[in-house]
Structures are given as structure tokens and as C-alpha cells.
């Protein structure tokens, strides 16, 4: 068995080793064998299923509260809004997420909680950061690479996923990947430039940390996106208070 693990983990080493890219923004090795065009191309059936199966709403009370934040953020991070797409979806779910390709769903719950636009702000930032970032990509390719370790090492005990490769892993499909939960550092890195964004799109990035004070004392039901993996609240408001003093000093 151990023997078998060995195998599995350097297969995995190796997709590391080709698939390893240093982000100079994040400041860190990235894993990643999917571009962000490639999850484009898979977060697009799921965009698309997504508003098949959740109705969205033109409510003017929503949209166009919506549509006058969402462009100064996707600015601010370096996007063409043109080439975003925005929707607001009906429901009481406390919840909002972004797909890569540029896709922003944002729930009627959760704009309900928010006391203004620099609290909108926050959370488009945050998900565009994770667009940006392209943190699916990695999820994607994280879940890949465990996946040809699980395969190589059934190969080696002789069963029939001889098939199991790295190909096979990458055609997993959409439901990996564009919406595998995002891990802990994913979330921390999210707020972090996403309190850039709406500081240099002229919000109050204090407004963050209010609204994040707000969504902890708020966890009923299915947990939201962004708290879904878990970075404490104490650590994630610390964090942004942290990044709001550096913005302050003009650093
Ligand atoms: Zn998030």
C-alpha cells in the first residue's frame, strides 16, 4: 500500500512540477494546468444551466444597484465590464459567486443585507478577485492532480482504471472545478485585493469590515460562498483591517 501511495504521489508531482506557475501578484506558486480561457469554457454550460435553473430577477431595486457597482469594480480590477456579465438571482439565500469568463451571480438575500454600495462593493470585489486569480483553475487542477494519483496507484494494483490520466482528469467536467468550493487561502486572497478593488474604485474599504462583521453574525442555513471554506471571522476581519491600514498608508 505504501508502496502504491508513492507512485500515485509522484505522478501528482510530477503534473506539479510541469503545471507550477509563479503568480507576481499573489506572490506564489500557483498549480495550474488550465487556463483561464479553458475554465471560460467550462464555466460557460454552467452559467448557463445555473440561469435555467434559478430564476433571476430585473427588479430596478436590485439591478440597479448592481449595475452601478459592478462596472467601477471590474474596472478597478483591470476588466472590461463590457465583457462581464452581472445577474441578480431571486432568492432569500445569502449567497453571491463568480465563474470564471467573468460571471457574477448576486442573490436578492444578500443584497437585502447590504446597507449600501461600498457593502456591494466588498462582495463583487471578492469575487472578481477570484476570477482574476483564476482560483477555480486551481481548485480544477488541484482536484485533477488527486485524482491521476487515485488512478495511477488503482493501475499499479493491477484493476481496470489502467485509463485513468492526467487527460482523464481533466475531463472531470464542469461540476469540478468552475464550482468546487474555493480552499481557505483562496477566501483570504479574495478579500484581500478585493478590498483593493473597491478602495481604488472609490469605496470606504471600511465598509468591508462591516459587512463582514454583519455576514457572522448571520450563519443560518446553507453557509454563503465566501463563508463556506472557513477562514475564521476573527481571521478574516483581522486580515482586511490589516489591508485597510496598508491602504491607508499609501502603500
Ligand atoms: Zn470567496
Not at 502504491?4 to 506557475?21: N, S
Not at 432568492?91 to 470564471?100: K, T
Request: glycine share 8%.
Amino acid at each position: 500500500m505504501k508502496s502504491l501511495m508513492k507512485i500515485g504521489l509522484a505522478a501528482a508531482g510530477v503534473m506539479t512540477l510541469a503545471a507550477c506557475a509563479y503568480n507576481e501578484t499573489l506572490g506564489r506558486n500557483q498549480l495550474l494546468f488550465v487556463s483561464q480561457d479553458q475554465m471560460a469554457q467550462l464555466a460557460s454550460s454552467a452559467w448557463t444551466d445555473l440561469k435555467k435553473q434559478e430564476p433571476t430577477t430585473n427588479d430596478p431595486k436590485y439591478v440597479n444597484r448592481v449595475n452601478r457597482v459592478a462596472p467601477k469594480i471590474i474596472r478597478a480590477a483591470g476588466g472590461n465590464p463590457a465583457e462581464w456579465e452581472v445577474k441578480v438571482f431571486k432568492s432569500d439565500q445569502i449567497n453571491a459567486f463568480a465563474l470564471p469568463g467573468g460571471k457574477i451571480g448576486i442573490y436578492t438575500g444578500i443584497l437585502d443585507l447590504m446597507a449600501n454600495d461600498a457593502q456591494i462593493a466588498a462582495v463583487m470585489g471578492h469575487e472578481v478577485a477570484h476570477v482574476n486569480f483564476n482560483h477555480s483553475g486551481e481548485r480544477y487542477s488541484q482536484t485533477a492532480a488527486a485524482q491521476t494519483a487515485l488512478g495511477v496507484g488503482a493501475a499499479a494494483a493491477g484493476s481496470s482504471q489502467v485509463g485513468s490520466s492526467a487527460i482523464q482528469a481533466l475531463g472531470l467536467g464542469a461540476q469540478y472545478g468552475v464550482l468546487l468550493p474555493f480552499s481557505r487561502k483562496h477566501e483570504l486572497e479574495a478579500d484581500k485585493f478585493g478590498v483593493r478593488y473597491m478602495a481604488r474604485a472609490g469605496y470606504d474599504p471600511n465598509e468591508a469590515v462591516k459587512f463582514w462583521e454583519k455576514m457572522a453574525a448571520q450563519k443560518n442555513g446553507a453557509p454563503p460562498e465566501f463563508l463556506s471554506t472557513h477562514p475564521s471571522d476573527a481571521t478574516r476581519i483581522a486580515q482586511l483591517k490589516k489591508e485597510i491600514a496598508l491602504l491607508n498608508s499609501g502603500s
